[in-house]
C-alpha cells in the first residue's frame, strides 16, 4: 500500500497544481436544468435532489479530473438529504476515484476509541480491504483529544489513506476557541505540534506525513507560521476565492518545490457560472465550461503568486 | 412546535427514569443469530451487517420503549457500512419515533455557516417540515467556534430539536486540549458557559434550553461543576457503564426534582446477554431479555443513588 503523501504529491506533480475542487452541491445554485430533469424521473424530493446532486458532481469530476489532482466533497450538503445523499456521494466518489482522483472526504468527523475506528473504517480506503465509503483521507474533529486522533492514523496508515485535523478553520469567529492561551502557546498551535508529531511518526521515508492539517487561507499570518512549525504536515487549506483569501494569502503554505499544500476552491468553481465574470459567457447551459475557465484560473493565480510555480515545467 | 427541553422532560417523567440506552451495534458483538440470518438474507457483506443492525435495534428499541424515555443511536457504526449502514439508520431512527422515543443521534457533526446549517437541517427535525434523517437531538462539536454553534441552534429552535454540544468528553485523553487554561478558566469551561448562554437564550418559559452538553459520567468533580454553571443546559453523560462511570459519579448532574440530565448506557445494555451476570441465565437466544434486565438494573440503580429518585412516585 502507497503512502498518502507520496500518492497526493504524485498527483500534484501530475497536475502541476496544488489546486483542490471542493464538491459542494447546494441545491438552489444547481444548473437549473439538472434539477429539472432529475425531478422528472423522481418525484420523491430527497430523491430528486440526489439525482441531481450525483449527475452535477460527475460531470464536474469530468471537467477537473484533467486539471486537478483532488476533490474534496463535502458531506453535509450530501447528508442533508437522507440516506438517498448518503449513497449519492458514494457514487459521488467512486467516481472520482475511477478518475485517479485523491478524494478527501470534507465530514469533519471525531469521536472516542472503538468509535473513531468505526469511522475510519468506513470512510477512509480502497477497493482491498473493503472500504464502503473509499475516501483518501478525511477531515477529522480534535477536540476530544489526542487519543481520539489515534485510531483514525492507525486506519489510514494501514490502507495507505490520510486524515487532516482541524487546526485553524477559516470561519469569522475561529479564535473563539481556537486563539485561547495558555503558557504562550494558543489552543490551535498545541493542537498544530500534536499534528506534527503525528505526521513525523507517519512520514517513513517521505518528507510529509498521512496526518494532515486543516488551516484556513482567511489566517494568512497564522497560515505562515504553521507552515513553519509543522514541516511534516500536509495542509489543506480552505477559504480561498469565495470566503476571501487570495493567492497572496496561501502562498507561505507550501515548500519551495510547490508541495505540501493543497488550496481548497468550491463555490467559485461549482457555480462558476452565476458569477458575473463568467455569466454573460458561457450561461447556465455552459456551466461545465464556466467551471473549467474558473478552475483554470485559479490554477494560474497560484502558478503566479505561490511557489506553486514551481510545479509547472 | 414544543420545546426540545420540555419535551424531554415531560418523556422523562412519564417513564420515571433519566436513563438513556445508546444504540451501538458492534457486529462483533450481536447475538449470532441475527447475523446469521441476515447472512443468508444478503449475499454482500454490508447489506447483511446493515439488515442485522437494523433487527438488532429496532428489537432493542422494542425492549426499551416500556422502560426509558430515550434513545441514542451512535452514528459511526452505522456509517462503516456504507451507504446500507445509512438506511438503516435512518429506519432505526423512524422506528424509535413511532415509539414516541426521543432520538438523540451521536454523529459529533460540526462545520462552518451553510453547511453547518445543511447538518443541522438534515439530521435534526421531525415530519413536518421534513428532515430525512428525523432526529429529536444531536450532538455537535464546539471546535470551530461559536458561531459554527448557532445555525444548529437556529434550526432545533425552530423545529422543535435539540443540540448537544461537546463540552467534556468521557475519554481518558479528554484533558488534552480540553482542559487547557486561560486566565485560570479551562477551555471546557469556556465552552461550557458558551452553551450555557445559547441554552438561556433558548429556554423561553421551560428552565432549560434546547441546547444541551455532553459531559463525561468519568469526571464526576467536572460534572458537578459544571451543573452548577449551567442551570439551564440539559446534560447528556455519557461514560455510565462499560466506561467506569458509577451512579454516584452521576448524582450531581441533576437538578433536585431529578431532571436536567440524561445517563447513557450503551454497550452494557446491548451485549448484556454477554455479560457474566446475564449470559448464564439467559444466553444469546433470549438476549432482549438479558438486555430488559441489564435496562431495569441501570433505573434502580439510578434510582436508589441519584436524585432520579424524585422522578419515581
Given at each position: ?11 500534484i ?12 452541491p ?12 432529475a425531478?422528472t ?7 430528486a435532489?440526489a ?14 479530473t ?11 450538503f ?6 438517498a ?7 459521488v ?18 469521536d472516542?476509541g ?5 469511522y ?17 483521507a ?15 492514523v492507525?486506519v489510514?496508515?494501514?490502507?495507505g489513506g490520510?486524515?487532516y ?5 477559516s ?6 476557541f ?16 500534536e499534528v506534527e508529531?503525528l505526521a ?28 513553519e512549525?509543522?514541516?511534516?504536515t ?6 480561498y476565492?469565495s470566503?476571501?483569501g ?8 507550501f ?15 461549482n457555480f462558476?457560472?452565476r ?23 485559479m ?15
Amino acid at each position: 500500500m502507497s503512502h498518502f503523501a507520496q500518492r497526493l504529491h504524485a498527483a500534484i506533480k501530475h497536475k502541476q497544481t496544488p489546486a483542490l475542487v471542493g464538491l459542494d452541491p447546494r441545491l438552489s445554485q444547481l444548473p437549473p436544468q439538472i434539477v429539472k430533469s432529475a425531478r422528472t424521473r423522481h418525484s420523491d424530493a430527497n430523491l430528486a435532489a440526489a439525482a441531481a446532486f450525483e449527475e452535477f458532481c460527475i460531470r464536474l469530476i469530468d471537467v477537473v479530473t484533467p486539471l486537478v489532482p483532488a476533490v474534496k466533497p463535502q458531506s453535509a450538503f450530501f447528508e442533508e438529504l437522507g440516506p438517498a445523499g448518503s449513497q449519492a456521494l458514494a457514487n459521488v466518489i467512486s467516481h472520482a476515484r475511477s478518475q485517479k482522483l485523491i478524494v478527501i472526504l470534507d465530514a469533519k468527523r471525531g469521536d472516542i476509541g472503538s468509535t473513531a475506528e468505526a469511522y475510519a473504517r468506513g470512510l477512509i480506503g480502497g477497493a482491498d480491504p473493503p472500504s464502503p465509503w473509499m475516501a483518501d483521507a478525511l477531515t477529522v474533529n480534535p477536540y476530544l483529544g489526542t487519543d481520539t486522533l489515534q485510531p483514525f492514523v492507525d486506519v489510514a496508515t494501514e490502507r495507505g489513506g490520510g486524515i487532516y485535523v482541524l487546526v485553524r478553520t477559516s470561519n469569522p469567529g475561529a479564535s473563539a476557541f481556537q486563539d485561547r492561551s495558555e503558557d504562550g502557546q494558543k489552543l490551535f498551535e498545541t493542537v498544530g505540534s500534536e499534528v506534527e508529531r503525528l505526521a513525523r511518526e507517519t512520514s517513513a521515508e517521505a518528507n510529509y506525513g498521512c496526518v494532515g492539517a486543516v488551516v484556513g487561507a482567511t489566517y494568512p499570518a497564522e497560515l505562515a507560521a504553521l507552515r513553519e512549525a509543522m514541516p511534516h504536515t500536509p495542509l489543506l487549506v480552505p477559504g480561498y476565492g469565495s470566503q476571501g483569501g487570495t493567492a497572496a494569502d496561501v502562498a507561505s503554505s507550501f515548500d519551495t518545490s510547490g508541495l505540501g499544500a493543497v488550496i481548497n476552491s468550491s463555490r467559485a468553481i461549482n457555480f462558476a457560472f452565476r458569477a458575473e465574470q463568467y455569466a454573460t459567457e458561457f450561461g447556465e447551459e455552459r456551466w461545465e465550461e464556466a467551471a473549467e475557465a474558473a478552475t483554470r484560473a485559479m490554477i494560474s493565480d497560484l502558478a503566479d503568486l505561490t511557489p506553486a510555480s514551481a510545479l509547472q515545467t
